[in-house]
T-cell receptor
Framework: GEDVEQSLFLSVREGDSSVINCTYTDSSSTYLYWYKQEPGAGLQLLTYIFSNMDMKQDQRLTVLLNKKDKHLSLRIADTQTGDSAIYFCAEIDNNNDMRFGAGTRLTVKP | EAQVTQNPRYLITVTGKKLTVTCSQNMNHEYMSWYRQDPGLGLRQIYYSMNVEVTDKGDVPEGYKVSRKEKRNFPLILESPSPNQTSLYFC???????????FGAGTRLSVL
C-alpha cells in the first residue's frame, strides 16, 4: 500500500475554502511538503512545514500538521479558478527518499 | 534561470524501438531522479543518482536504464519499450538526497 495517502478528488466553488488532507507513515520525516501540478506542467513546490511546527501560514495557504495522528492538511482560502490543479503531499522516508501521495485533483467551479 | 529541462515533451513510439529521454539541470545539484506518474498511483521513483557515476534503483526500475556521466545530465533509457511503459515521466533534481526536489515539465510517452 501507499505510504502517503490522499483523497483523489475535491470540488469547490470559487471563493470557498479548500481543504486537502493527507496521512503519512514515516514519523522521522523532518519536513513535509505540498507540491502543485498544473495541467501540462511538472510539479512545483507550493509550501512545506518543518516537523516540529503545528501550523504554517503563507498568504492564502495554511498548512496544519498533527504529528500524533500523522495528518497533514493544506487549506486554500478564497479559492480561485487558477488554483485548479493536482496537489501532492510528500514526506521524506527513513531512506531519505521523497514519497508522494497519489495527488488530489482540485476542481474550482465558477 | 534555474531549471530542470527534459526532452522530448511528447513521444510516440512502437514496441521494441530503443529510446532515450534526456534530463539536464543547471543548479549544480548532486541528486537526480526519474519518476513515472500514472493515474491513481501518484509518482513512483524509477531510478536515482546521488552523484556522478552513482546510480541506484527506485521502486519501479524494470525495463529502464540510466546513466550519470556528468553532474548536470541524467538520461533515461528504454532499451525495448513496451506498452506498459506508456506514462508521464518526470525528472527531478535536488541539492542532495532528502532535500527539496525541482521537477522538469514532464515527458508524455506512448508506446504502441
Amino acid at each position: 500500500g501507499e505510504d502517503v495517502e490522499q483523497s483523489l478528488f475535491l470540488s469547490v466553488r470559487e471563493g470557498d475554502s479548500s481543504v486537502i488532507n493527507c496521512t503519512y507513515t514515516d514519523s522521522s520525516s523532518t519536513y513535509l511538503y505540498w507540491y502543485k501540478q498544473e495541467p501540462g506542467a511538472g510539479l512545483q513546490l507550493l509550501t512545506y512545514i518543518f516537523s516540529n511546527m503545528d501550523m504554517k501560514q503563507d498568504q492564502r495557504l495554511t498548512v496544519l500538521l498533527n504529528k500524533k495522528d500523522k495528518h497533514l492538511s493544506l487549506r486554500i482560502a478564497d479559492t480561485q479558478t487558477g488554483d485548479s490543479a493536482i496537489y501532492f503531499c510528500a514526506e521524506i522516508d527513513n531512506n531519505n527518499d521523497m514519497r508522494f501521495g497519489a495527488g488530489t485533483r482540485l476542481t474550482v467551479k465558477p | 534561470e534555474a531549471q530542470v529541462t527534459q526532452n522530448p515533451r511528447y513521444l510516440i513510439t512502437v514496441t521494441g524501438k530503443k529510446l532515450t529521454v534526456t534530463c539536464s539541470q543547471n543548479m549544480n545539484h548532486e541528486y537526480m531522479s526519474w519518476y513515472r506518474q500514472d493515474p491513481g498511483l501518484g509518482l513512483r521513483q524509477i531510478y536515482y543518482s546521488m552523484n556522478v557515476e552513482v546510480t541506484d534503483k527506485g521502486d519501479v526500475p524494470e525495463g529502464y536504464k540510466v546513466s550519470r556521466k556528468e553532474k548536470r545530465n541524467f538520461p533515461l533509457i528504454l532499451e525495448s519499450p513496451s506498452p506498459n511503459q506508456t506514462s508521464l515521466y518526470f525528472c527531478a533534481s535536488s541539492l542532495y538526497r532528502g532535500n527539496i526536489q525541482y521537477f522538469g515539465a514532464g515527458t508524455r510517452l506512448s508506446v504502441l
